[in-house]
Structure formats: structure tokens, C-alpha cells
């Protein structure tokens, strides 16, 4: 089993920036990909980026220049920093854990929310 908890959410102006972190604890060798999905309010959640341990990187067309994701593997961690934020960006932010790109593990999630 892998345990996900997600920290960094919170508000934020339109404009400004935020950095999402997951620690994953627990069975870690069975972990290839981590990586981030949200839900925004009337939409389907969706995928949002991914890092491999190779180190491949991938990030939903609609945030690429804007987010970046980065993975320490000493620390089990990956981040999302999150940068030019708008409205669209708002909602809750779910990490997640697999050893295949689809998601094994998930984390409880984290509200972002871009208002001024």
C-alpha cells in the first residue's frame, strides 16, 4: 500500500502562484508515476501532469507554461507548481501513485481556489 498527502493548497489572486506538494510513504518501489488530476466545479476531474522516475514529465496541454511538475526521489515527493493562475484553475487537486501512468493510489486532495 501507498499513502498520499497532498499540502500547499489554499487562495490566491488571479495572476499569482501556488506549489502543491505530495510525500508518498509506504510500499514506494511499486511507485513509477506520480502525478496530479483535478476537479473543477461542473467538470469532470482530468488529469493534469505526471512524473515519471526515469524523469519524463508530461502536463496537460491547457497549463503548459504555466505549471511545472518535479519529483525528489530521496523524498518520495512530487510538486506541482503552479504558476499564472486563473479562475479556470480552481478546484480541488488530487495526487496520485502508480506503476503504470493510470493511477493505483490517491491522495485526499487539496482546494485551490483563484479568486480576487
Known amino acids: 500500500q501507498v499513502r498520499l498527502v497532498e499540502s500547499g493548497g489554499g487562495l490566491v489572486q488571479p495572476g499569482g502562484s501556488l506549489r502543491l506538494s505530495c510525500a508518498a510513504s509506504?510500499?514506494?518501489?511499486?511507485?513509477?508515476?506520480m502525478g496530479w488530476y483535478r476537479q473543477t466545479p461542473g467538470k469532470e476531474r482530468e488529469w493534469v501532469a505526471r512524473?515519471?522516475?526515469?524523469?519524463?514529465?508530461k502536463l496537460l496541454d491547457s497549463v503548459k507554461g504555466r505549471f511545472t511538475i518535479s519529483r525528489d526521489g530521496v523524498k518520495n515527493t512530487v510538486y506541482l507548481q503552479m504558476s499564472r493562475l486563473t479562475s479556470e484553475d480552481t478546484g480541488a487537486y488530487y495526487c496520485y501513485a502508480g506503476n503504470t501512468i493510470a493511477p493505483d493510489y490517491w491522495g485526499n486532495g487539496t482546494q485551490v481556489t483563484v479568486s480576487s
Open positions: 512524473a515519471g522516475s526515469g524523469g519524463s514529465r
Open positions: 509506504g510500499s514506494i518501489p511499486s511507485i513509477t508515476y
